[in-house]
């Protein structure tokens, strides 16, 4: 019994998130020739430096600097700028943005999501790369099961299906019936490492997520719609984080009108009194 006790890993989500994430930085870094190490250190450091301040500042428990990990790789997979600066700077922000942007005592925008966004509208060498991810057939099939084990240990999967079922429905309406096209036309737009990284990762983050089944359907749903019209009306490479931004603040108005249970990254935790500071993400 004790044995169980001590063991804990992979009882945290985060920790196959963080498994999965490195292995496709790694990935990335071995076979597509990403060899931009310095961004990657200089993200890895103002990510965990700002959560171990803001940590210490309100006294927020030692195994939040997971999520901090798992803010810095997803911001090596997605991010991408000309300056040590604005890599710094987005780690900073997307970190600190959890302790400052909050509502009923949880944050309200994705990390990652926070910092690219900011630097992508504020500084003028930011950009998201869909391209680098290439359009390998195996690679997206290797993403989506690593991905789905993830997603089943943190309940979220629902979010991604609707998101990817609305995308996938109207991609088909438009490319396929439309215009008559090759179907294979259609699923080239799906075998992108960034769309899958997005679907399966970002959209998911159980803390900023709906709380309920039906919120998270409908708030994938509409992420999907708005990635739709944002691509081929918009002509926006970078349409789904734009989307995710619209969609963010409206997960308010769902859980207002949807009533589900606060999600906690560790089961225990849950039957922790009311006066006990929750973990951050």
Known sequence: MESKNNFRLFKDARDFQILWLSIFL???????????YASY???FLSCLTTQVFGSFLLNIPRSSIKSAVITA???CLLFSANSLWTYALCGVLAIASK???????KHIFNPSLFGIVFCLLFTNDAWVSPGKWGNEYLMVVFFIACALLVLLKVGRIDTSLSFLGTL???EFFRTCIYFNDNIWVFLQKFSSGTILLFAFFMITDPMTTPRSFKGRLIYGSIIGGCTFYLTNWMQAYD???WALTIATPITILI???FKGVQFNWLPEHMNLSINSKNEMK
């Open 99 to 105: 302790f400052v942007i909050r509502l009923n005592g």
């Open 41 to 43: 250190g200089v993200l």
């Open 168 to 170: 996938m429905a109207l």
């Open 73 to 75: 790789l997803g911001l």
């Open 26 to 36: 790694l990935y990335g870094v071995w076979n597509l020739q990403w060899d931009n």
């Open 239 to 241: 349409a789904p984080i």
């Open 255 to 257: 859980n207002t009108i």
